[in-house]
């Protein structure tokens, strides 16, 4: 079936330094890939998304770059901000139908920590 | 109120209790989802609705019952949980089209606390 795998974190950074979160993932087809943020005592936000090969995802000064050849999506950012820190979720949907239906598979989630 | 509200937002109950979650979405969606947060665990997906009606019951313990009246709503009726069954319940809702790049809109969660 289905999977997402993330790095494990907890990821601690400073102010200004750039960020990588390392996704992969295993799918049947063509699976659309996203990032979704959960910053504290909130839902999940869809941070960006990307729906077919070499397609870039970009919202917020974050990018991730759908790579078929190596199966990933990673999340990069140049110059992370306190206002950053927050749980990171990678995701898939297949695009098979029948109990697939709407279905999201998360990665863990990655904790990412911005000090000034 | 605008996106996808959840109440309570935090609920603590005994085992012998019965209590329920409530879900409601202001987007016009036809689709509506609970998702359970465990620690250190990858969200699960545990019941999807579209268009009021059930399509996938991710082997979820029957002490857990959904129902959803109307493209609005969801319920998540509980009784008799169990400590492990302890987490973040999440909601969420998406206009389901037939493509499969639909954004799922995410409530805040019910933080639930079973003693």
């Known amino acids: 079936g289905d999977s997402v795998t993330q790095m494990e974190g907890p990821v601690t950074l400073s102010e200004e330094a750039f960020l990588t979160i390392n996704c992969t993932y295993t799918?049947?087809?063509?699976?659309?890939l996203f990032w979704y943020v959960q910053y504290p005592g909130e839902g999940l936000q869809l941070l960006l998304k990307a729906t077919k090969a070499d397609d870039k995802g970009s919202n917020k000064g974050f990018e991730a770059t759908y790579r078929k050849e190596t199966t990933s999506f990673h999340l990069e950012k140049g110059s992370v901000q306190v206002s950053d820190s927050a749980v990171y979720f990678c995701?898939?949907?297949?695009?098979?139908?029948?109990?697939?239906?709407?279905?999201?598979?998360f990665g863990q989630g990655t904790i990412l920590t911005v000090h000034p | 109120e605008t996106g996808v509200t959840q109440t309570p937002r935090h609920l603590v109950m005994g085992m012998t209790n019965k209590k329920s979650l409530k879900c409601e979405q202001h987007l016009g969606h036809n689709a509506m989802y609970w998702y359970k947060q465990s620690a250190k665990k990858p969200l699960e997906l545990m019941f999807v609705?579209?268009?009021?009606?059930?399509?996938e019951n991710n082997s979820v313990p029957s002490r857990f019952s959904p129902e959803c009246p109307n493209s609005s709503h969801l319920f998540l009726h509980l009784h008799t949980l169990q400590p492990e069954d302890s987490a973040l319940y999440l909601c969420?809702?998406?206009?389901?089209?037939?493509?499969?790049?639909?954004?799922?809109?995410f409530g805040p969660g019910t933080r639930l606390l079973v003693l």
């Open positions: 995701a898939l949907r297949g695009r098979a139908g029948g109990t697939s239906y709407g279905k999201l598979t």
């Open positions: 799918a049947t087809g063509y699976p659309s």
């Open positions: 609705y579209s268009l009021e009606e059930r399509v």
């Open positions: 969420a809702s998406s206009q389901e089209e037939g493509d499969p790049w639909e954004t799922q809109y």
